[in-house]
């Protein structure tokens, strides 16, 4: 590769730090968590805007580095995510887990620089490797056969974004990363290859199929970075495409309806991630400078907000070793610290004033409201409404409070909480003082977000879905149900198709060695036949047949020349 | 020394393989080979140099101008598969002295050695030859040693396969010699510059459209095409590990370079796909023999045999990208036929890494690898994730083009059957990977493989990821050498 200007792109750097956190003794590794995302951001934070290195690779001319406003906002909450999220985990992961995360996190970064669309795809697919190895991580058969759902799952996806890109470098002799318009086949195939990633229907269950079977870390790594990389990729590729704001509503309240059915607190996370993603693509559709803005800020605080509420479920379930909201119960007392930070992560999630949801989400609300889609608007504002009562107040008082559970669990080890402190933190801090975050948006932020009209709105809102919440919660209250979605079909319906597909092959084999085998018996170069104990169109063939398939051929091609 | 390049190649083994059988015990021969092939490889190397800054080399053997001598041309395509062979033979090699010593016995080493020099021989000889009926012969020379080699596998069946290969090669080889004998007749030269120049003035001839067909299906024997590959499977499996290594990496690739020579350099590309059904007989053969073929290896409890079925399938994506008749599509198969060397090496390779401590290759055998032959293991995954074409790997480099070229003539069906293949891809390597990683080891006290074993194995996974990342050498060369071929390819 030829080298310009840049050594390397910064997600070497992450790379590098995955090779080393195996190898290194037990007591380097928190430094080296990190050390590696610390010298990542340092170099992200030094870039100047534009391409920075680029290389020659299948013929092409790929730029590894391209920086700019937003591709620097995304790398910098990716790195900071696995800076915080290693130091979580450190204690509890397996070191395979966490050198997997790592190279996640470092697929993510590469992603956010990918100046062309090849490199995006290189980075695209080290993201689902690694990531897949993270579900693996979780350690227990239904995490094995998950991550294999997941990894088949990212692998179509991968095909069809590669096809569409090939496609696309076919159409236009262009792989540059720009708006593209979605009026050839290639241009959809891409698009439908980051929307799998993305969670967007009719393949959103690939995501709260996987991520709750991660181990109680794991789920922490994976809430942020794939899901966000395809947000930036949307971002970059097709902005202002309004088949997005449909799309994204279905994501919304497909969310919120699973999350309310769910009593599986990770599970219910895992929905509102979809649910968080379907705001940012709705944003993406918008594509309006403001809704632009406002979908880079919310994939920001998004990312830190839900990372902070599974690290608290995370902590549960490492204390108490239960999921089940049903098992869960009155916590609040006994693990105060991981109680008022999930508190914490579940205001801003709603959006509730001073948070970091509310400055960001409001913009994309906004962002409808000035483009006279009133129709989305009234849709994001009820699902603000639907978000705080599923993850807002459903996930806190089923877990910390409620009924007495009983568990009488401490509080987890210092350094899951000073994370989960450091992201409560960052919640309150950016809601409070927005700026902080506007002046690193990729346009110019004009933006208020404290004005009366929106407070009220907001404060009325969230009081009165809260209001509804607990008049209706009789019904809220889960039983131990398990709430059935697309996944099913190909949980169930995959293994039995395959079982068909076995049988169909192999009666073909039985058909085609009763029409061919058996009468060339008689052929005397058959005494060297032998049967091998494979199945049927694997068979050790005779030599008599072969000289058949010879004579066939030879007769084609003669023939053929002549019918031509 | 560098004017007599090609000879060289040639004549390192020549010279080599007698040698060898009268040299005493196992290590000897074995020296005496691998020191052969590294000069071998060396000479390809600077020979490939020499044909990208000058052009097309051409030796006039005992200074005979052709036509009435034998000449040796090399350009971009020969010189690429020059160095597959020799480099393939030079990593093959150091890793044949334990593998070879344990599977076929210290006494018979001599006469292995010998029989895989004469082998390397006969593959490099049908690679720098100028000329059609030379051809035959250096394929006769590599055909014989390829019969012994096979049936020196310990298993008794390896009798029974290398008799069948005997037959079906001796077939293929019979079909090529009518053709070439029909092409003399018409012509009066065997010299492949000669046909070419020859050969339009007359193409509409019925001989030498017969000559066209003769000579195409001989060749698709010998490269195993679907639905020739039956002497495939059981030749691959019952040869001895660093035989399959090696077979598996070239001699078909060999096969896919004569054709090529053939319908693109001597018939030329309007011959051979204007007036003769070439991609319409060959496209739907490859497509159905890349997924029937790949079909058939899901289910084969036999890692061996599975991988070379997986090879019937490898050719399968060789031979379509040929079959498109464009630039692009030669590309395609050209850097396949490179890449495919590289991760098939090392995938049986590993077979016989695991055949040498496990004492099998099947699905048991496998079991639990991860932890009791951890590099053996991560070398199967890496070389599997390479077969099944993911980024950063040569799989990868190889199918982008060969989407990228049926992108470009609207096949939209062929690409569906590209990443059909690659999806079947995926649960066979994926099953023996789960096997490995989750299963319990038959025998935990097995311990990892030699480092005998292991270092050339690894240098072949290296170059797989190497080669996947520095696409300079093998796709500006595959891109000139198909450039050059689409032209005619023969410059006088």
């Known amino acids: 590769m030829t080298i310009s200007e840049l050594m390397f792109p910064p997600a070497f750097i992450m790379i590098i730090g995955a090779m080393l956190l195996p190898v290194v003794r037990d007591s380097f590794r928190p430094v080296l968590l990190v050390l590696v995302p610390l010298l990542t951001l340092l170099m992200i934070w030094n870039l100047d805007d534009g391409v920075l290195l680029s290389a020659r690779f299948l013929g092409y001319e790929v730029e590894l580095v391209e920086a700019s406003n937003v591709r620097r906002l995304f790398a910098t909450i990716f790195a900071l995510m696995a800076m915080i999220g290693g130091f979580f985990a450190f204690r509890h992961a397996k070191v395979a887990e966490l050198s997997a995360a790592m190279a996640y996190a470092a697929g993510a970064v590469g992603v956010s620089f990918a100046g062309d669309l090849i490199t995006l795809f290189l980075f695209w697919e080290f ?75 009719p393949v959103s269950a690939w995501l709260s199929d996987a991520y709750p079977e991660a181990s109680p870390t794991g789920s922490v790594f994976l809430s942020a970075f794939t899901t966000k990389t395809a947000v930036l990729a949307l971002w970059l590729l097709f902005p202002g495409q309004s088949v997005l704001i449909w799309i994204g509503l279905y994501m919304i309240f497909y969310g919120i309806i699973y999350a ?46 839900k990372a902070l509420l599974l690290m608290s479920a995370g902590a549960v379930m490492v204390q108490t070793g239960k999921r089940k909201c049903t098992d869960l119960g009155g916590l609040y007392r006994t693990m105060p610290v991981t109680a008022v930070c999930g508190i914490i992560g579940a205001l801003a999630i709603s959006a509730f004033p001073y948070t970091s949801g509310f400055i960001s989400k409001s913009m994309i609300s906004s962002g409808a409201a000035y483009e006279q889609y009133a129709f989305v608007w009234y849709c994001l504002v009820a699902a603000s409404a639907g978000v705080f009562l599923h993850a807002g107040i459903k996930f806190p008082w089923f877990v910390f409070f409620q009924k007495d559970s ?158 031509l | 020394m560098l004017a007599h390049l090609p000879v060289l190649v040639i004549l390192a083994p020549l010279l080599g393989a007698p040698v060898a059988s009268l040299l005493r015990g196992p290590n000897w021969p074995w020296l005496l080979a691998t020191l052969l092939s590294w000069f071998a490889l060396l000479c390809s190397v600077l020979l490939l140099i020499q044909v990208n800054a000058q052009g097309t080399f051409i030796y006039t053997m005992g200074g005979w101008e052709a036509p009435w001598g034998i000449e040796y041309r090399i350009d971009f395509a020969n010189a690429l598969l020059l160095v597959l062979i020799t480099g393939l033979a030079s990593v093959v090699l150091p890793y044949a002295r334990l593998s070879v010593e344990h599977e076929i016995g210290a006494d018979r080493c001599p006469l292995f050695y010998t029989a895989l020099l004469l082998l390397i021989l006969g593959l490099c000889g049908i690679t720098v030859t100028g000329d059609a009926f030379n051809v035959f012969v250096f394929l006769e020379v590599s055909s014989l040693a390829t019969y012994t080699l096979i049936a020196m596998g310990r298993d008794r069946r390896a009798l029974t396969a290398s008799f069948s290969y005997l037959i079906m090669g001796t077939i293929g080889a019979t079909f090529y010699l009518i053709g070439v004998g029909f092409l003399y007749v018409m012509t009066g030269t065997l010299n492949m510059a000669d046909l070419a120049e020859r050969l339009p003035a007359i193409s509409d001839s019925s001989t030498v459209r017969t000559a066209f067909a003769f000579i195409v299906t001989g060749i698709c024997l010998k490269l195993a095409l679907f639905p020739l590959h039956l002497w495939l499977p059981n030749a ?145 995954v890496l070389g599997g994730l390479s077969l099944i074409g993911v980024p950063l790997t040569v799989g990868f480099v190889s199918k982008w083009h060969l989407i990228l070229a049926s992108l470009e003539l609207g096949w939209w069906p062929v690409v569906v059957a590209i990443l059909a293949g690659s999806m079947l891809a995926v649960v066979y390597v994926g099953r023996v990977v789960e096997a490995g990683f989750f299963g319990e080891p038959k025998d935990a006290t097995k311990r990892e493989a030699p480092w005998g074993l292991l270092v050339p194995l690894w240098v072949l996974v290296i170059a797989n990821i190497w080669f996947g990342i520095d696409t300079r050498l093998t796709v500006d060369i595959a891109e000139a050498a198909a450039a050059q071929l689409m032209a005619g390819g023969v410059v006088r």
């Open chain 1, 127 to 201: 993201m689902a490797l690694f990531s897949t190895i993270v579900v693996w991580c979780g350690g227990t058969e239904e995490a094995r056969r998950a991550g294999i759902r997941y990894g088949i799952m990212h692998l179509i996806g991968g095909i069809i974004l590669k096809i569409g890109i090939e496609g696309v470098a076919i159409q236009t002799g262009s792989i540059e990363i720009q708006a593209l318009q979605l009026e050839s086949f290639a241009t959809w195939m891409i698009l439908i290859g980051i929307l799998i990633n993305a969670a967007a229907p």
């Open chain 1, 260 to 305: 309310l059915m769910e009593n599986d607190m990770r599970r219910i996370l895992a929905y509102s991630i979809v649910n968080q993603v379907g705001f940012m693509v709705v944003g993406v559709g918008i594509g309006t400078e403001m809704a632009l803005n406002g979908v880079a800020a919310h994939a920001f605080s998004h990312i830190i907000y």
């Open chain 2, 236 to 380: 691959y499996t019952y040869s001895p590990s660093a035989v399959t290594a090696f077979l598996g990496a070239t001699a078909t690739k060999v096969a896919v370079y004569v054709l090529i020579r053939f319908v693109f350099t001597i018939f030329g590309v309007e011959f051979s796909f204007g007036a003769e059904p070439l991609a319409e007989v060959l496209v739907p053969l490859a497509i159905i023999g890349l997924l029937s073929a790949s079909t058939v290896s899901i289910m084969q409890p036999n890692i061996k045999r599975m991988l070379a079925y997986s090879s019937v399938a490898q050719i399968g994506y060789i031979v379509l990208g040929l079959a498109m008749g464009t630039a692009m599509g030669l590309t395609a198969s050209l850097l396949h036929v490179f890449n495919h060397g590289l991760m098939k090496g090392a995938l049986f390779m590993v077979m016989g890494a695991v055949a040498y401590r496990m004492g099998g290759t099947s699905i048991d055998d496998m079991r639990g690898l991860a932890k009791t032959m951890p590099l053996t293991f991560w070398a199967f």
């Open chain 1, 406 to 563: 009983g568990l009488r669990p401490k509080d987890p080890s210092w350094n899951m909480q000073a994370a989960m402190i450091f992201f409560a933190a960052a919640c309150v801090l950016i809601g409070v003082f927005p700026q902080i975050l506007y002046d690193f948006l990729p346009f110019e932020a004009t933006y208020e977000p404290y004005t009366a009209d929106h407070l009220v709105t907001q404060l009325q809102l969230l009081l009165f879905a809260g209001l509804a919440f607990f008049v209706t919660l009789p019904l809220m209250k889960r039983t131990l149900t398990i709430s059935l979605d697309v996944d099913f079909f190909y949980r169930r319906l995959g293994p039995i198709l395959w079982r068909a597909f076995e049988r169909l092959v192999k009666g073909l084999g039985d058909l085609l060695q009763s029409l061919v085998v058996k009468p060339s018996k008689s052929i005397p170069a058959m005494l060297l036949r032998y049967h091998g104990p494979e199945g049927p169109l694997a068979r050790t063939w005779p030599t008599g047949s072969m000289l058949l398939w010879v004579t066939v051929l030879l007769v084609i091609i003669l023939i053929g020349a002549r019918l």
